[in-house]
């Protein structure tokens, strides 16, 4: 059983930065891809982007392509979402997730989420 706790979102004006963490326990976190999701309210989830086990290969939403950086540090459990140039439509619950298969962008193809952290970014 993977425990994740985000942590890093915070409300921000347009056009600013923030980094989101998502620290992982109770499992070995190298075996799992980890990924990111996003749920604005009334919205569905939606898929933000994916990493391989090493970190060596990602995947990301045409909509954050160029702006948003995925990495993880596997000597401290973590991944991170690093988030440039946001925009109002950035506004969401944040998650992160994890499974052991690389290059997914269900939600459901996803076996273990964190709470989320709330993004706001204002105009």
């Known amino acids: 059983q993977v425990q994740l706790v985000e942590s890093g979102g915070g409300l921000v004006q347009a056009g600013d930065s923030l980094r989101l963490s998502c620290l992982a326990s109770?499992?070995?976190?190298?075996?799992?891809?980890m990924g990111w999701f996003r749920q604005a309210p009334g919205k569905e989830r939606e898929f933000v982007a994916t990493?391989?086990?090493?970190?060596?290969?990602?995947i990301y939403a045409d909509s954050v392509k160029g702006r948003f950086t995925i990495s993880r540090d596997n000597t401290k459990n973590t991944v991170y979402l690093q988030m440039n140039l946001l925009k109002p439509e950035d506004t969401a619950v944040y998650y992160c997730a994890a499974t052991k298969y690389f290059g997914l962008r269900s939600a459901d193809r996803f076996d273990y989420w964190g709470q989320g952290t709330q993004v706001t970014v204002s105009s």
């Open positions: 990493l391989s086990w090493s970190g060596g290969s990602t």
């Open positions: 109770g499992g070995t976190f190298r075996s799992y891809a």
